[in-house]
């Protein structure tokens, strides 16, 4: 077998694989796990802009020093539906995991609660950090964003994040509806990937260094920049997502961070918002069985595939059969947990 050609690995098996190259490059263990988990199953669910793909980036910038990745969250009760977090120059996920007690406590006694995340590095896929809430019954919504690298609609030089958004909710006979878009035209990740493959971005995704419209995924990487979604609506959300993940938070806007001292960082130093609400809490019927009622009139209106049903199908499919990553990639995760 060439080191070109696909192999398979259980799910398990590639989490413990990451968790030992998160720790031997600078992570505590229990970062190392939420990273892990996080990657791997981004992988596992066919993301393969966040999954294994993003591993060289975690590392690159954990030797930078960029981020530390033993940070301790501290956690702050401020209101009865609000949680605020310090990620210590961290990653967002151990501090969303740190809150996710208190916040699900306060959906569950106030109705909503919101979780406002500083101080952070998110460098991962944004339906993980989601999903978990619409498989116990609530409804999440996250904002996140990012390193400068889009041009807001009208303007003439990049200064939005790529600003996904993230949005999940439970239905009574299926996978919870879930969703993750970024507010440019394509993701980040899905640019890099084109460009490794020598393939090109479709049009409109974004400009080159001179502000030419260009499907050189290069182009786009080496001084240009990419475009927002849908013209001015999606600038318009991309504004948004600025002002609730970091304005309201207190992190910093995808332009307010400066990396120059640190070669290799890859990961933005930003903020992140999450809003979860407990359905139960409004009257009539339950709230998964009139999501089911919507799925079942969008499929009678000739609507083929949901959102995230490809992830779930996905995801089913690894269960049974394993994981299909490149021999080349499985090899180069075991060079980076040896060291």
């Known amino acids: 077998m ?4 696909p192999t398979v690995i259980s799910f398990t098996e590639l989490r413990a694989l990451l968790e030992q190259v998160f720790t031997r490059h600078g992570t505590s263990p229990e970062v190392a796990a939420i990273l892990a988990h996080n990657c791997a199953s981004a992988e596992r669910d066919g993301a393969h802009s966040h999954g294994v793909f993003r591993i060289p980036g975690y590392v690159s910038t954990l030797g930078s020093g960029w981020v530390n990745g033993k940070a301790l969250p501290v956690v702050e009760d401020v209101a009865s539906g609000f949680v605020r977090v310090d990620a210590a120059n961290g990653f967002a996920q151990p501090a969303l ?14 109705g909503i609660a919101v979780l406002a995340i500083r101080n952070s590095h998110h460098f991962a896929a944004l339906w993980p950090d989601v999903e978990p809430f619409a498989d116990e019954g609530l409804v ?3 904002v996140v964003n990012s390193m400068t690298c889009v041009v807001p609609h ?8 790529t600003n996904p958004i993230a949005f999940a909710a439970p239905r009574a006979d299926g996978s919870p509806i879930v969703f993750d878009l970024a507010t440019s035209a394509i993701a980040h990740g899905d640019v890099q990937i084109a460009a490794r493959k020598g393939e090109c971005v479709p049009p409109g995704t974004g400009v080159d260094s001179l502000g ?3 499907q050189d995924p290069r182009a786009i990487l080496e001084g240009g920049a990419l475009l927002p979604f849908g013209g001015h609506k999606g600038s318009a959300l991309s504004m948004m997502v600025e002002l609730l993940a970091a304005a ?6 995808s332009f307010e961070f400066d990396w120059s001292n640190h070669p290799g960082a890859k990961t933005p130093w930003t903020g992140q918002l999450l809003i979860v609400i407990d359905p139960g809490k409004s009257a009539g019927q339950s709230f998964a069985e009139r999501s089911q009622e919507l799925v079942r009139q969008m499929h009678a209106a000739g609507l083929r595939r949901l959102p995230g049903d490809r992830r779930h199908r996905t995801r089913a499919r690894a ?21």
């Open 97 to 110: 995991a740190a809150a996710r007690p208190l916040l699900i406590e306060k959906a569950r006694s106030a």
């Open 319 to 339: 269960e049974l059969e394993g994981i299909v990553i490149d021999r080349e990639d499985l090899d180069r995760l075991k060079g980076l947990a040896r060291g």
């Open 154 to 161: 009208g303007a003439d030089r990049p200064l939005f994040g």
């Open 2 to 5: 060439s080191a070109q050609s």
């Open 248 to 253: 309201l938070t207190g992190g910093n806007f």
């Open 140 to 142: 999440a919504l996250s």
């Open 212 to 214: 030419q419209p260009t």
